[in-house]
Each structure stands twice: as structure tokens, then as C-alpha cells.
């Protein structure tokens, strides 16, 4: 395997929790996230030879892959007609690991119901993001980035009470 295969591989290897996070967070069915994993996989690939250790590798592929999850969805947008809402099989397991899994998925159902930047926005924050990484990364100011977390905050508390799953 050529070296630069081998570091590319390497490297996905340590941040793939990423890719699972985006994919969670802009679709909603597990065969939606998983095409969506690939496709980011596959764009992360192709723009490999332009990421120039200017920013930490972390930091470039976050943006490739919220850049990709849009343009994804934008695509699956157009296909809504022949979309069919799956049903989720629910575990009947009981107990912590249960109830958190429940949690999580109404907190990524709810995060799917967000605008493309507010998603963002609460996937950068989730991942630790200070307010002005978070501004860079989407272009946008500091004092922006602090104002429309916000508010993306807000929004999304408001769609868990109204999915019926109150603080």
C-alpha cells in the first residue's frame, strides 16, 4: 500500500467518530447515515492531496464532511417524493444504556428537524469548538457564531418539548 494511502487510512481510522456524528445528524435512517458515511469517506479522499497541515486534520475534514452532508442532503432533498420513512426497530432493553440510547435519538431527530447552519453550529459546539473556531470554520464572525449557537440552542430545546420529550 502506497504511504499516502496508508497515512490517509490511518487518520480516519483515529477521527471516524466524526463521520458518524455528521452522518447521525444530518439523516435520519441507518441505510440514509451509512450512504452518507461513504460519500463523505469518498470526497475526503479525492480532496486528500489539498489538505496542507495548515489546520489540524481534525479541523479540515469537520469541514469536508458538514460541507459534503449539505450538498448530500440537498441531493436526497430532490428525491423526497420516492423517499419512504423506514421504521426504526426499538430495543426492548431496559436500563441506563436504553434510556440513553433514547435520549440520543431524539436529540439527532430533533437536530435533523435544524436549518443546515444551525446544524452545523451544534455539531461544532458538540465537538468542543470555541466560538471563534466555529465562526472561522463557517465564515462567519465570533460574535455571529456565539449569537446563532444561541438561538440553534434554543430552536432545538423547543423541538424536544414539542417531540414530547420535556426537560
Do not use: P
Not at 458515511?37 to 496542507?52: A, D, G
Not at 470554520?137 to 444561541?150: D, F, P, T, W, Y
Amino acid at each position: 500500500m502506497k504511504e499516502k494511502e496508508y497515512e490517509f487510512l490511518n487518520r480516519m481510522e483515529n477521527h471516524k467518530g466524526i463521520l458518524h456524528k455528521v452522518s447521525k445528524m444530518y439523516m435520519d435512517t441507518s441505510d440514509d447515515q451509512q450512504d452518507l458515511f461513504q460519500e463523505i469517506i469518498c470526497q475526503l479522499w479525492k480532496s486528500y492531496e489539498s489538505f496542507r497541515n495548515e489546520s489540524q486534520f481534525s479541523t479540515w475534514m469537520y469541514r469536508v464532511a458538514v460541507n459534503t452532508a449539505i450538498v448530500f442532503l440537498k441531493k436526497e432533498k430532490r428525491k423526497v417524493d420516492k423517499y419512504e420513512i423506514a421504521s426504526e426497530n426499538v430495543k426492548d432493553d431496559e436500563g441506563d444504556s436504553h434510556i440513553k440510547e433514547s435520549q440520543l435519538d431524539h436529540f439527532y431527530k430533533a437536530v435533523q428537524k435544524l436549518e443546515k447552519i444551525d446544524k452545523a453550529i451544534i455539531f461544532y459546539q458538540l465537538e468542543g469548538f470555541s466560538h471563534k473556531e466555529i465562526g472561522e470554520n463557517l465564515g462567519i464572525s465570533e460574535g455571529n457564531a456565539r449569537v446563532k449557537l444561541n438561538r440553534a440552542k434554543e430552536k432545538l430545546k423547543e423541538i424536544i418539548k414539542n417531540q414530547g420529550y420535556g426537560f
